[in-house]
């Protein structure tokens, strides 16, 4: 049934396209499109303003590159091109965007196949004017919310000695950690830790490292005692 409806919403937005359009979209188009998108879920998303390693993909369609003003950081090339986001720049940022924009940002080699590019395009136009709503999967990744994990997680204390990290949490317990093996985080999103309440989340399959999350850097001085 879903693959009805995204085939039945995709034939609408084809015809509302134009003829120019309706060839280069015809195979595939929206359904297909959805699915040429997880390409691009690992570093976007399409909310909002809700950027990742880049910036979110709502409302892409006639944006200027590098003008979403919630996004930091966009690379010296992109905001000088002038590029604006339609159907040829998009077609040619996905098959090559170092080609296009030479000295982005963008470490992504490009999709070869010209209608994967298409059915992508056709998705985010489509998202961007309004005319579909994407999966729920697809608007964004889905983070744990670091909020209210429990007393294992809460972190109290961390002590600094030598090469070692000593973690101690609301539970009672202190977890050691060589000093390469614990990074420090910030997350200030809504799904982000409490103001002055950090917490460790485990790393890797050895149970040897983890990462302290905090609301904001200036916490991170605060926590961290040397102390042998």
Same mark, same amino acid.
């Given at each position: ?19 120019? $359009? !309706? ?11 959805? #699915? ?25 369609? @006639?944006? #200027?590159?590098?003008?979403? #003003?919630?996004? =930091? ?12 986001? =339609?159907? @040829? ?14 000295? $982005? ?19 985010? @136009? ?18 744990? $919310?670091? @909020? ?15 090469? !070692? ?20 985080? !910030? ?37 961290? #005692?040397?102390?042998?």
């Amino acid at each position: 049934m879903r693959n009805i409806v995204w085939a039945g919403i995709a034939f609408a937005v084809l015809i509302a396209a134009g003829p120019s $359009n !309706t060839t280069a979209f015809a195979a595939g188009g929206l359904d297909q499109g959805a #699915k040429a998108f997880r390409v691009c879920a690992a570093c976007h998303s399409l909310v909002p303003n809700r950027n990742m390693t880049g910036p979110s993909l709502a409302g892409i369609w @006639k944006r #200027k590159a590098a003008s979403l #003003k919630s996004f =930091d950081r966009y690379s010296a090339a992109l905001k000088s091109s002038d590029v604006v986001w =339609d159907q @040829k720049s998009l077609d040619a940022w996905l098959k090559s965007p170092a080609a296009l924009i030479p000295g $982005n940002n963008m470490n992504f080699p490009g999709v070869a196949d010209g209608q994967q590019r298409a059915d992508l395009i056709a998705l985010l @136009k489509a998202v961007s004017n309004g005319q579909v709503q994407p999966p729920a999967a697809m608007m964004a990744p889905t983070f744990e $919310n670091l @909020k209210g994990l429990g007393s294992a997680h809460e972190v109290k204390a961390i002590r600094y000695c030598r090469d !070692t990290y000593h973690v101690a949490t609301a539970d009672g317990r202190t977890t050691d950690f060589w000093e390469a093996n614990l990074r420090f985080k !910030t997350d200030s999103s809504d799904t982000g830790p409490l103001p002055g309440k950090p917490v460790i989340m485990p790393a890797g399959m050895m149970g040897d490292r983890a990462s302290v999350f905090f609301a904001a850097p200036d916490e991170i001085s605060g926590f961290i #005692k040397h102390q042998c």
